[in-house]
């Protein structure tokens, strides 16, 4: 069964910091990279961050690089976004998605599956 099932979402403060996970399935995580996208509202998705199956190459976009963390655990089946110094821009909500092969993958097309999301909410 295909799934993707993101966590840690909820209300901060600018300034302050979240951890989302993504619990996967085996078939959706094993060999394959990952990645996590938001949308705010009224806006596209848009690309966050990835890391390939090994857990050693990661791809951040610039309006998250030197904030955010992608981590992966491929013995839980888990990725993580670790958030620091969040600000209200960052409001949105967050996906994770499979990819379609180890390699890191930057569009949402290049991902064959995805979560329900999680959303992140930060106060001014």
């Known amino acids: 069964q295909v799934q993707l099932v993101e966590s840690g979402g909820g209300l901060v403060q600018a300034g302050g910091s979240l951890r989302l996970s993504c619990a996967a399935s085996?078939?959706?995580?094993?060999?394959?990279?990952m990645g996590w996208f938001r949308q705010a509202p009224g806006k596209e998705r848009e690309f966050v961050a990835a890391?390939?199956?090994?857990?050693?190459?990661?791809y951040y976009a610039d309006s998250v690089k030197g904030r955010f963390t992608i981590a992966r655990d491929n013995a839980k089946y888990t990725v993580y976004l670790q958030m620091a110094s969040l600000k209200p821009e960052d409001t949105a909500d967050y996906y994770c998605?499979?990819?379609?092969?180890?390699?890191?993958?930057?569009?949402?097309?290049?991902?064959?599956?995805w979560g329900q999301g999680t959303q992140v909410t930060v106060s001014s």
């Open positions: 085996e078939r959706t995580f094993s060999s394959y990279s």
């Open positions: 890391i390939d199956w090994y857990g050693r190459g990661t």
């Open positions: 998605a499979s990819g379609a092969d180890m390699g890191i993958r930057l569009h949402a097309n290049e991902y064959r599956y």
